[in-house]
């Protein structure tokens, strides 16, 4: 893996947990918590990708072709959004409020 690919998984994890956030506001952390905790989710989910196989170092070796990009960001960006909503969902049930 890649700095490039480590960025874009970081980016889009912040995105993807930002969307999250915003569809489930329920469970949201607000911007700039939402942006923390994907920017976390978006690595591991990349990184988790990657050992597995699926992710950029998977997908297209460490070039920037299309393939790794897009598999960088889908991987940063599920990532982001799984972890926001398992931490929203964590904070909910002990009962701290926004």
Known sequence: MDITSLLIQLASGAVGGNVA????????LGTVGNSIVGILGGGLGGQVLGMLGMGA???AGAGG???????????????????MAIIG?????MGKSS
């Open 57 to 59: 170092a998977g997908a």
């Open 65 to 83: 072709d299309m393939g790794s990009i897009v598999s960088s960001v889908a991987g940063g960006g599920v990532g982001g959004a799984v972890l």
């Open 21 to 28: 956030g915003a569809a489930m506001k329920k469970f949201s």
């Open 89 to 93: 969902v964590i904070r909910q049930k």
